[in-house]
């Protein structure tokens, strides 16, 4: 966990759970536009037992007990490799921006050989190239690339990386509570009412009014309503 932050004295991270992710991936718009990731999560007790799991994405999150676990940011974190059908390995990637569009590169060095691999998605194909610059082709996960005249290469699959914000805040439900007599209290200072009273004092009676809306109207109705009693 990154990042902590804590807010006033009462502030806590929990500590009795514990969460498993159990997959993530990407869906993509057209134009290989990202459209929505996900991340298939497992919350835990301290005795690895599972307690709820959830598939969370943005503005779906998963909720327990008053934690609140969001889906942020996603990452593709690197490839893993084969080479000539030897030992699975794996090169990090970096991300890099032209544009506004986003690819990640990494490279790898063998026999005196550097090649050099770019992803722009996780659906589409990888783009690889010599030291040079030189195009080599492009290979797909599973799939054979020939990078000399007696090496190929295979993606075998993607390291990615998913971005969670985790949450707690015990006093949630007496912050909606004040909210609510807030609105509640707002309502009903646009309620209209109106009140009348009478005093009679030596053979006289005063008729009194009052009223929090159209007052004017109010005034007119009364003096209308006295006049019809006299």
């Known amino acids: 966990m990154h990042n902590l932050v804590n807010y006033g004295r009462l502030s806590q991270i929990p500590q009795t759970l514990s969460w498993r992710i159990n997959d993530f991936w990407i869906t993509y718009a057209q ?10 999560l497992s919350l835990v007790d301290s005795n690895g037992i599972e307690l709820k799991r959830k598939t969370i994405f943005v503005n779906e999150p998963l909720v327990y ?3 609140t676990i969001y889906q942020t940011d996603w990452e593709i974190l690197g490839l893993k490799l084969q080479l000539n059908n030897g030992k699975l390995f794996q090169i990090p990637l970096k991300k890099s921006n032209i544009e506004g569009k986003s690819f990640w590169v990494g490279s790898i ?16 194909s990888v783009s690889v190239y010599d030291e040079k610059g030189a195009s080599l ?15 190929f290469l295979k993606v075998t699959d993607f390291v990615n990386g998913t971005g969670l914000q985790i949450k707690e805040d015990p006093s949630l439900k007496t912050v909606y509570l004040a909210f ?7 309502y009903v200072s646009f309620l209209s009412y109106g009140q009348i009273w ?6 006289k009676y005063i008729i009194g009014g009052k009223a929090n809306r159209a007052v004017l109207n ?10 019809k009693v006299l």
Do not use: W
């Not at 082709?137 to 090496?151: A, F, M, R």
């Not at 109010?218 to 006049?227: C, P, S, T, V």
């Open 31 to 40: 134009g290989s536009k990202t459209n929505q990731f996900y991340s298939d």
């Open 65 to 67: 007990k008053g934690v």
């Open 109 to 124: 060095k063998f026999n005196d050989n550097k090649i050099i691999l770019v992803v722009n998605d996780l659906i589409g």
């Open 137 to 151: 082709g492009q290979t797909k996960v599973g799939s054979k690339i020939q990078v000399n005249e007696t090496d």
């Open 180 to 186: 609510f007599f807030l609105m509640l209290s707002g």
């Open 198 to 203: 009478g005093i009679e004092d030596n053979n």
């Open 218 to 227: 109010f005034q007119e109705n009364l003096k209308r309503n006295i006049y």
